[in-house]
Structures are given as structure tokens and as C-alpha cells.
């Protein structure tokens, strides 16, 4: 009740019977009224008191609140201006409302740029570079709205600044149409990215398309290649360019290969494709022309080029090139067909004796079908142990007996009947089966002549690829072990070829085997460049002169000479001279003459059976021809 109208209360409750007011009664009615509120105002004065408190401590607290949130704004700069990317944020007008130091510095921008409500379109226009037209967004204006954009979508920017520099934006679209967006510099990123992309399509040493390039655009050319246009394709081998690699070094080598990319580029021309396929494979790809002149002539320039020596430092190399050519549509409308017709072409050509192209025939397919059904039965024969070696004598001359026995390696194919060793020999080196057939000789040739007199001595050819793709040292000591064979009763034979392919490789490993007592003989001497330089490498203990040197020793004085010429040097060497191919007995009298140490061929005996050789030693001299017998070489 409001005071005014409880005082008039108590004033008419206060008048007397006269009408006036009772002074003392109405002095009683205020003090009862006072007394009943007492209490009233007792509580109201304790709740001002506790309000004065609490304001105090709200007010302590807005202001620790404050402080907080002044620390927390300063954070929110610290991290927002560190950050390693941009950093923006627009309205749904397009308009700035947030954005850090790095988003001025990744645009070229200034502080008075990227003042708040700065429009969008107006900081690109002062943006120190141009978007790419490839990833522009569908409106130009660079405003998304609702309506045009997906809510939450992502969508990507890239700029390239005018220095250089590419500036990637990821916008994130909400759904009021404002914008948030990241930028980045993703030059270092995008230069590997193109670097990697690049070196999966060239090759690295020479700069050339690879041959996944060179699939690819063999694959472009024939799509698009017109009903009556030809296409040629070019597959080059360098003629035994891994004796480089091996003889002067891969750094060396490469030089080289460099060298002749250019050379091959000059004569391809920028109209043409060339690709490096392999170490010492190219390919060119030749269109628009007329087939098969220009691709003729294009073989016979790259020939030439080619013909003249190559210089690494102060050495000169002399290389040669094999080609194989298919021409599209006749040779091949895919490209897996005419690489591979290529491919077979280039196999006849340095089949033929190299240095020449060749260009795909149907009978080169039906030949290389058969080449592949050899090389099946072959592998077949690996596993089957289809083969058995003959044995053809080592005769002594002085003493006048067999002192040993050279193995050769014979396929009785069940089919076939007998394969040539050299139909199967160089197929089972291409395909990498001789490492296998070789163990598997030594391994036999050792277990046949355990079987023989304590001075019979055995001889088994050794290939290039055996030092190369196996352990020779190992594969020898299982074979001696298996068999309780001396090492001193056997001896191995290498060409010249081996030395060729890795000198440095392969004399370790010829020291190793003379250091157990194995015997070292150079076959086919004569027949190579360097046959004088490779006897002072190595210190053989035979060297064994090719039978075309003895064809017309008995007529032709100039051979004669030669032959005595070599027998005098390998005494002079302290070697052991065995001469190969001696089929009559004026050769074999005109041997012993010129003190030659040993001979081989028809006039002892042809290669027999192993179980025939207790036979060939049983007989008794007879000028030599101890078991001759015609018969078909091989």
C-alpha cells in the first residue's frame, strides 16, 4: 500500500466524535503501523547490501572477462597473421570481412587493401597476377550465392603472378553465400609434380621421349592416321655397344649414348618421333611420307651419322646400328603389333650379320612363331634334362696319345630329333637358359671324367653370360665336389667375347680358378680384334688356334706362316698350343713338324657318345687317326 494512502487511512480512523482528529490516537496508529514493517526494512537494507556485493563481484569479473578476452583476440592475430597459408573470409555481398598477413603477401596486397568491406572484385583487379583460365569457377564475377553454389561445396582457384608464382585458393561456399577460403603457393609442388611427370615420359640421360611416351604417341599417330597415309616405325639396336660399358666404363658409356641420341636427332628431325626404348635401343616414328623410300633414306642418313667414330676424352669407339622396320596399316594397325613387327625385323637384321635394317615380312612371323615354339621346348628341356654330351679327343703330339677330351653339348629333342647346338646355343644366351644348361655341363662333363684314367683331362666351354649371371667360382667347386674330380683335370675354354663383355669382371674370377689348379684356355684364338692384347692380361694356360687357320696350311705359304708364327708365340708365352679342325694327315704331319703341342678334330675322331670314350682310349696310335669316322660336323 502506497504511504499516502495508509496515512489517510489512520486519519480517519483517528477522528473523534466531534469531527476533529485525535492527535494522540492517530500518533498511535503511525507507531503501530512503523512497528509491523520493521522487519520489512531490516531485510530490504541486508538485500542492498548483498546487491552492493554482488555487483562488485560481477564487475570484477566482467573485467578479468575483458582481459581474457583482449588476450584471446590478441592470440586469435598471433595465430591468424603465423599462419603458412592465406587466409580470407567474404560475405555473402563478396565483401572482406577477415584475412592475414600471408593472404597480402601471397596476392601482393597492402594493409590499405584489405581494409574490411573491401569489395572482391576490387582486390583482384589489384592483384599482382591473372587466374588461370583452365580452373576459373562458373562465374566470372567470382560472387557464389546460394542459389549458383552447393552449400558446403569446395571450389579451386589458381592464379599465376606475375612473378612466376602459382597461388592456389580452395573456397569453401556456405550457405548464405559468404566464403571462406585458403591460398597457398604451390610453385615448388607443381614444378615436381611437372618434373616427375616428365621424367615418367623421357628418359633422363638423353632428354628423348621413353617408351611409355613413345607408346603413347604411336598410339595418338595410328588413331588419327588418314586411309591412305603410311606410318613407319624405326627400331635401333647398337651393334655390341656393352662391351663399351664393360671395357670403358657405364659413365663412359653414357657419354657415348648421348652422343648418338644427337646425332640419331639430327637425322629424325623435329617432323619425326625419336625415343630412347632402352640402354642402346631408340625408335623413330616417321609419318606423313611415302613408304618405304623415305624411310629408306631415313635408315641410310642415321647410318651415316652414325659411321662416323665417337670420342670419350682422348678414346675413339667405332659403333654400328641394326634396324628393324614395320610401316603401318600392311605391317600392323595396333601398337602393340607393329612395335613388336619392329621388333622382329630388328632380330633378322642382326641375325644377317648386322650393321643393316630389315624390313617385317610375313615369313619373319612365321620364323620368329618357330623361335618361340624352340624356346619353349628349350626351357622344356632344361627342365627334363633333355641333353648328353659327346666328347671329341685332345691329342697329344709328342706323346703321341688322347690326354684329354673336350665336351660338346648335344639336344636330342623328342620331336625334333637332334637340334644343332648352334640353333639352341645362342637362343638359350638370349633367353638366359645357358647359365643353367652350363651348370648342368660342368656338372656332367666332371662326373663323365671322374669315370676316366687318373691323366685324362676334360674341357668345357664357358660363356660370357656364366661370368656374369652366376657364380662361376661355385657353380666349378659343387661340380668337382659332386664328381671328387681334381681340379687339375679340368679346364675351361673362353673366347675372346668374354674377355670383351668385362674384363675387369671377369679376371678376378679367372684367377680364382687357376689359384685351385684349374686349367684356362683361350678358344678360338685368332678370330678377334685383340686376341695378342687379352693373352697379356691373363696368363692362360692353352690357347687354341681356330680351325680357319688350318684349312690351307698344307698349300698356301702365307697360312703356314701364320700358323707357325702362333705356335712360336705360345712358347714364347709358356703356353700350351692346341690346334682345332684337323681333318687329314698331311695337317697333322705338317703339325708335328712345327712342334705344335696338341690337336683336335676329324682326322683323331668326330665328338662320340660318353660311353664311347674307353673305347677311344683302348685303340692304339695310328698316325693319329685313332677313331676316324665321317660323319656330319656339328
Known sequence: MKAEALFWQQCSQAVAADGSIDAQRLMELVIATYRVHESDYDEIERSAETLLRENHALRGNISALSQAFDGQTKLFEIILNNLPLGLSVFDADQRLTLSNIRFRQLFGLTQEDVTAGAAIADLTAKMRGTESAGVKPGRRSGRHSSATARTGSIRRREWVMDDGRIIQSMVTILADGSNIAIHADITEDRRAAERI??????????????????????????????????????????????????????????????????????????????????????????????????????????????????????????????????????????????????????????????????FFTGEMEAQMQLRHALEADLKAAVENEEFELHYQPLYDLSQRRICGFEALIRWNHPVRGRVPPMDFIPLAEEVGLVVDIGRWVLRQACSDAAQWPEGIKVAVNVSAIQFSSSDLTQDV???????????????????????????????????????????????????????LSYLSSFPFDKIKIDKSFVNDIVDNKEAHAIMHAIILLGDALGMRVTVEGVETAAQLALLEREECDEIQGYHISPPRPAGDVAHLLSLPPNNGAVAHRPQAKH
Open 477 to 531: 667347386s659343387e661340380a668337382l665336389g659332386a664328381a671328387s674330380l681334381s681340379p687339375s683335370r679340368l679346364e675351361l675354354e673362353i673366347t675372346e667375347s668374354v674377355l670383351m663383355e668385362n674384363l675387369g669382371e671377369v679376371l678376378p674370377i679367372l684367377h680364382a680358378l687357376k689359384e685351385r689348379g684349374i686349367r684356362i684356355s683361350m678358344d678360338d684364338f685368332g678370330t678377334g680384334y685383340s686376341s
Open 197 to 358: 611427370t616428365y621424367l615418367a615420359h623421357h628418359d633422363p640421360l638423353t632428354g628423348l621421349p621413353n617408351r611409355i611416351h613413345f607408346r603413347e604417341q604411336v598410339d595418338a599417330t595410328l588413331t588419327e592416321r588418314k586411309p591412305d597415309e603410311q606410318i613407319a616405325l624405326v627400331h635401333l639396336n647398337l651393334d655390341g655397344f656393352k662391351s663399351i660399358n664393360n671395357t670403358m666404363g657405364v659413365s663412359a658409356g653414357d657419354t657415348i649414348l648421348q652422343q648418338v641420341a644427337a646425332r640419331i636427332r639430327i637425322s629424325a628431325g623435329s617432323e619425326n618421333t625419336l625415343a630412347r626404348l632402352g640402354s642402346d635401343e631408340f625408335a623413330i616414328l616417321q609419318t606423313g611420307k611415302q613408304q618405304p623410300w623415305n624411310v629408306t633414306a631415313l635408315a641410310e642418313q642415321i647410318r651415316q651419322e652414325l659411321s662416323a667414330p665417337f670420342f670419350h676424352g682422348e678414346k675413339q669407339v667405332e659403333l654400328s646400328v641394326s634396324m628393324g622396320i614395320a610401316v603401318a596399316p600392311d605391317d600392323g594397325e595396333e601398337t602393340d603389333i607393329l612395335l613388336r613387327n619392329a621388333g622382329v625385323a630388328l632380330s633378322h637384321a642382326k641375325a644377317d650379320g648386322r650393321k643393316r635394317e630389315r
